[in-house]
T-cell receptor, first 115, second 107 residues
Framework: DSGVTQTPKHLITATGQRVTLRCSPRSGDLSVYWYQQSLDQGLQFLIQYYNGEERAKGNILERFSAQQFPDLHSELNLSSLELGDSALYFC??????????????FGPGTRLTVL | GQSLEQPSEVTAVEGAIVQINCTYQTSGFYGLSWYQQHDGGAPTFLSYNGLDGLEETGRFSSFLSRSDSYGYLLLQELQMKDSASYFCASNAGKSTFGDGTTLTVKP
């Protein structure tokens, strides 16, 4: 158990809908990352927040947005969902937001299925 | 931009040694991390190289050569439970993971 929690574990929805994925980082961690992993694919970095501020952005679609709240939990909002958005979405947290050793601790993931 | 390349698949037998290579092209490189992911599970941190050389953690070792933009993960005394995907990752500017190497350990 990494100490990172994600809810829900599974989510099934229809095309065109909007969903919200939630992540609570490990106690003391200030940074939260979001990743998308499609079937048999690598981890695609979406976005990183550090202490409430956006720190880095990856290949995140305009239909997706995220935020980190004052209590440091984060939410990833996915809208106008398409079949291709079906994937495993991971949240990770780390103590720092910097570029050096910054071990990321991953949550169990949310499996999103768009029908 | 950043890119990390690693082989897609590696197969080895129980008890053997296997090396998973990672070559990278990044600007502002700071170091290379390695993560393990079992099928359907969450990635877990294995090792980090911030400086050139070898880092050893039990049966796992990781190596970095900045001059060659190259690193590797070495797994010794392979066990069946080591069958998993292994990712190299860089944290320069934004988090970037390689596409992963699927290791299959056979009896």
């Amino acid at each position: 158990d990494s100490g990172v929690t994600q809810t829900p574990k599974h989510l099934i929805t229809a095309t065109g809908q909007r969903v919200t994925l939630r992540c609570s980082p490990r106690s003391g961690d200030l940074s939260v990352y979001w990743y998308q992993q499609s079937l048999d694919q690598g981890l695609q970095f979406l976005i990183q927040y550090y202490n409430g501020e956006e720190r880095a952005k990856g290949n995140i679609l305009e239909r997706f947005s995220a935020q980190q709240f004052p209590d440091l939990h984060s939410e990833l909002n996915l809208s106008s969902l398409e079949l291709g958005d079906s994937a495993l979405y991971f949240c990770a947290s780390s103590v720092y937001g910097g570029d050096t050793l910054n071990t990321q601790y991953f949550g169990p993931g949310t499996r999103l299925t768009v029908l | 931009g950043q890119s990390l390349e690693q082989p897609s698949e590696v197969t080895a037998v129980e008890g053997a040694i296997v090396q998973i290579n990672c070559t990278y092209q990044t600007s502002g490189f700071y170091g290379l991390s390695w993560y393990q992911q079992h099928d359907g599970g969450a990635p877990t941190f294995l090792s980090y190289n911030g400086l050139d050389g070898l880092e050893e953690t039990g049966r796992f070792s990781s190596f970095l050569s900045r001059s060659d933009s190259y690193g590797y993960l070495l797994l010794q005394e392979l066990q069946m439970k080591d069958s998993a995907s292994y990712f190299c990752a860089s944290n320069a500017g934004k988090s970037t993971f390689g596409d992963g190497t699927t290791l299959t350990v056979k009896p």
